[in-house]
């Protein structure tokens, strides 16, 4: 589904440095929400947005913060990179079936 | 706390063979949803069972949706290679469309 794209879709960056995963839809979503899949763990929310400017906690905020200026565009930030932030990130969105962004590996050094 | 638990987490089973996939959730819940992950792909939606007694089915996999004992089945049919993936149920919190996902069961078909 090209609804919903991620980018970029691997990144390398080394501890102590900022990042900024974006997710790009184009289905005029309310609803979105940032995930980390990690080994053992299944799938874990970070944060979600139910609009421009709402958003909230998930599970595993910490060290995460988001930004929602225009529908569109739901960006998550890791403030100061570590390597335990080393995983795949999956954006979502609400629409029947529960669409899937295609996925951000990122790997912290 | 609402809770998903699947079993089991790992299954190895041969061609032809009939399996199911459990999925138990610890609160009320009526939307239940089945989702299929390929190894290093994102995931993508299988079923949507939006009430008690609901039943998907799509070739060789279908889903049903028992609510008042918490519990979706996920059965596969006659197995093939091509089924092999990890397999994920996730339950609606009910509130701003939130998941809550099971730990995945990871499949694996031999020829």
């Known amino acids: 589904d090209a609804g919903i794209t991620q980018s970029p879709r691997h990144k390398v960056t080394e501890t102590g440095t900022p990042v900024t995963l974006r997710c790009h839809q184009t289905?005029?979503?309310?609803?979105m929400y940032w995930y980390r899949q990690d080994p053992g763990h299944g799938l874990r929310l970070i944060h979600y947005?139910?609009?421009?400017?709402?958003?909230d906690k998930g599970e595993v905020s910490d060290g995460y913060s988001v930004s929602r200026s225009k529908t569109e565009d739901f960006l998550l930030t890791l403030e100061s990179a570590t390597s335990s932030q080393t995983s795949v990130y999956f954006c979502?969105?609400?629409?029947?079936?529960?669409?899937f962004g295609s996925g951000t590996r990122l790997t912290v050094v | 706390e609402l809770k998903v638990e699947q079993n089991p987490l790992f299954l190895s089973m041969q061609e032809g063979k009939n399996y199911t996939i459990y999925c138990n959730y610890s609160?009320?819940?009526?939307?239940l949803y089945w989702y299929r992950q390929d190894p290093g792909k994102s995931l993508e939606s299988l079923f949507v069972l939006l009430s008690n007694g609901a039943v998907k089915q799509e070739g060789r996999l279908m889903a049903s949706l028992d609510t008042k004992a918490r519990l979706s089945t996920l059965h596969i049919t006659a197995a093939v290679h091509d089924l092999s993936a990890t397999y994920f149920c996730a339950v609606d919190l009910d509130s701003n469309y939130q998941l809550i996902w099971g730990a995945g069961t990871k499949l694996i078909i031999k020829p």
């Open positions: 609160t009320t819940s009526d939307r």
């Open positions: 289905e005029n979503h309310r609803y």
């Open positions: 947005s139910y609009g421009v400017k709402d958003t």
């Open positions: 979502r969105g609400p629409a029947y079936g529960y669409t």
